[in-house]
């Protein structure tokens, strides 16, 4: 089955099930270039609804790794839509998915936008 895991990164502390709990030492990342993110085919998200779309990150280099977080790139918009932010693995290209949440009722339409990546 598995264990239950939680993440307290203010108390930094990580538990595992019930009777496990470990203190963590939390560590920033380096500083490094922000990766563009492009989607990869021109889409439209309908009105009220979420869709996971495939993206492609733009100067991607096989020794960044496979493994990023995606977040929204906070420029304005006449647009409104969330970013999921989350974890992400790419394949050897640099392609992965990301999920767009559209709360509004008109639909989104994607062509060529950019998010960025961390």
């Known amino acids: 089955m598995g264990h239950p895991v939680s993440f307290d990164m203010l108390k930094k502390e990580v538990q595992i099930g019930t009777e496990i709990s470990l203190v963590c030492n939390v560590e920033l990342a380096p500083e490094r270039e922000e990766i563009k ?3 990869c085919h021109n ?3 309908n009105p009220t609804s979420e869709a ?3 993206v492609k990150l733009v100067n991607y280099r096989k020794e960044f790794g496979t493994e990023f977080m995606i977040v929204d790139n906070k420029k304005e918009s006449e647009q409104i ?3 999921a932010r989350s974890v ?3 394949d050897q290209e640099g392609k992965t998915l990301l999920q767009l949440v559209n709360p509004s009722a008109t639909p989104i339409k994607l062509s060529g936008w950019r998010f960025r990546m961390l």
């Open 43 to 45: 889409c439209t998200v």
């Open 37 to 39: 993110v492009a989607v």
């Open 88 to 90: 992400v693995s790419t």
């Open 52 to 54: 996971i779309i495939p």
């Open 81 to 83: 839509y969330a970013i």
